[in-house]
C-alpha cells in the first residue's frame, strides 16, 4: 500500500514541478535577458505567455485521449489555471530581472518557481484526490490565484506608470 504523504507530494514532485520548471526555463532561456524584458509586467506576460503554449498543447493530448468532454471542461479550468500558476511566477521572475543584487536575485528566481510548483501542486492535489469536497475547492483556488495575479499587474502598473514619470525629470 503505498502511504498517505505519498499522495501529498507526489502532484507536487511528478506534476507541478515539471512543469513548471518547463515554463520558468523557456521565459529564463528565451526572454529574461532580452532587451524588450524592461519592466516588471514583461515578467508576467512572458510568463503567462509560456504557459499558454503548454497549456494548449496538454489540452489537445488531454482532448485526443479522453474527448472532447474533457477538453472542453479543462478550457475553463486547466487551462486558465496555467496562466495563473505562471503569472504568479512571473511576478516574481519580474521583481528578480530588476533586482538589486545577485543574491536577491536568486532568491527571487526561486521565490519565483517555489510559487508556481505551490499552486500548481495544490490544483492538481485536491483534483487527483478524488475527494468530491475536495475537488470543488479548485474554484475558490482559481479566485485566490487571480485575485493574487491581479494585485501583481496593479503593481506591475503602478512600477510602469512611476518608471514613465520619472523619466520626465
Known amino acids: ?20 520548471f518547463g515554463k520558468f526555463w523557456m521565459v529564463k532561456k528565451v526572454a529574461y535577458y532580452h532587451p524588450k524584458f524592461n519592466e516588471l509586467m514583461d515578467g508576467i506576460s512572458y ?8 497549456a494548449v498543447f496538454e489540452n ?8 472532447t468532454a474533457t477538453g472542453m471542461l479543462r478550457a475553463f479550468t486547466a487551462v486558465p489555471a496555467h496562466a495563473l500558476f505562471s503569472g504568479l511566477m512571473g ?19 526561486r521565490k519565483a518557481l517555489f510559487m508556481g510548483v505551490l499552486f ?11 475527494i ?10 482559481l479566485l485566490y490565484m ?9 503593481l506591475a502598473n ?11 525629470f
Open 1 to 20: 500500500e503505498v502511504p498517505w504523504w505519498f499522495w501529498f507530494i507526489s502532484p507536487f514532485l511528478f506534476v507541478a514541478l515539471p512543469e513548471e
Open 47 to 54: 510568463c503567462i505567455i509560456a504557459s499558454m503554449g503548454f
Open 60 to 67: 489537445v493530448m488531454y482532448t485526443l485521449q479522453y474527448g
Open 91 to 109: 511576478f516574481y521572475m519580474g521583481h528578480a530581472r530588476f533586482a538589486a543584487t545577485p543574491q536577491e536575485e536568486k532568491h527571487l528566481l
Open 120 to 130: 500548481h501542486g495544490l490544483y492538481d492535489f485536491l483534483l487527483m484526490s478524488a
Open 132 to 141: 468530491p469536497y475536495l475537488m470543488l475547492l479548485i474554484f475558490p483556488l
Open 146 to 154: 487571480a485575485n493574487q495575479l491581479h494585485q501583481g499587474i496593479r
Open 158 to 168: 503602478a512600477n510602469r506608470q512611476l518608471a514613465e514619470e520619472l523619466e520626465y
